[in-house]
T-cell receptor
């Protein structure tokens, strides 16, 4: 059973375009993380969202946590080739449980 | 602070062999979790150790085991390797203390290839 669904699975866009990646679940999370991973490397943390309705911005990236803490979105403005990578969302049910559930990821390719 | 380190980075084994992977957490982090990442299954949780005790366990067979030392460093072992065990094995650490954050920080991974 896939508890976290990410969409789209693949995304190929031109430099300068905007995009949104979605992470949806029927479960409530205590927190949700977004990671970016490059081939052969471990995921690198981008942001943690904790409060329902929370919006966080990281330069051209905007992260939103749903009011019910079941879903999240990542919006990238004016994408650049350096944004290329695998974007993963991960939900934690229990604080400090050390066990996160990951979505399958969105593979983003930004063409120059 | 130094990040999470994993050794070795790459490993090639043959079916039936066993392998041990190592993870050193960020200083002060007492929780170490292990994940298996494959193209078909994505990131799958193996187990988590906190203060030398296994605190959580995923749905993997008993061939996958781990332990944690008093300095919080952790090892995972896979016995009787199968072709399907080929994957990127990631460890992730967090403070693990009550009232703390549940954000995990990942190491670079160990790429295991089973021939």
């Amino acid at each position: 059973t896939q508890l976290l669904e990410q969409s789209p699975q693949f995304l190929s866009i031109q430099e300068g375009e905007n995009l949104t990646v979605y992470c949806n679940s029927s479960s409530v999370f205590s927190s949700l993380q977004w990671y970016r991973q490059e081939p052969g490397e471990g995921p690198v943390l981008l942001v943690t969202v904790v409060t329902g309705g929370e919006v966080k911005k990281l330069k051209r990236l905007t992260f939103q946590f749903g009011d019910a803490r079941k879903d999240s979105s990542l919006h990238i403005t004016a994408a650049q080739p350096g944004d290329t990578g695998l974007y993963l969302c991960a939900g934690a049910y229990d604080t400090n449980a050390g066990k996160s559930t990951f979505g399958d990821g969105t593979t983003l390719t930004v063409k120059p | 602070k130094a990040g999470v380190t994993q050794t070795p980075r790459y490993l090639i084994k043959t079916r039936g062999q066993q392998v041990t992977l190592s993870c050193s957490p960020i200083s002060g982090h007492r929780s170490v979790s292990w994940y298996q990442q494959t193209p078909g299954q994505g990131l799958q949780f193996l187990f988590e150790y906190f203060s030398e005790t296994q605190r959580n366990k995923g749905n993997f067979p008993g061939r996958f085991s781990g332990r944690q030392f008093s300095n919080s460093r952790s090892e995972m072992n896979v016995s009787t390797l199968e072709l399907g065990d080929s994957a990127l094995y990631l460890c992730a650490t967090q403070p693990g203390l009550l009232g703390g954050t549940d954000t995990q920080y990942f190491g670079p991974g160990t790429r295991l290839t089973v021939l």
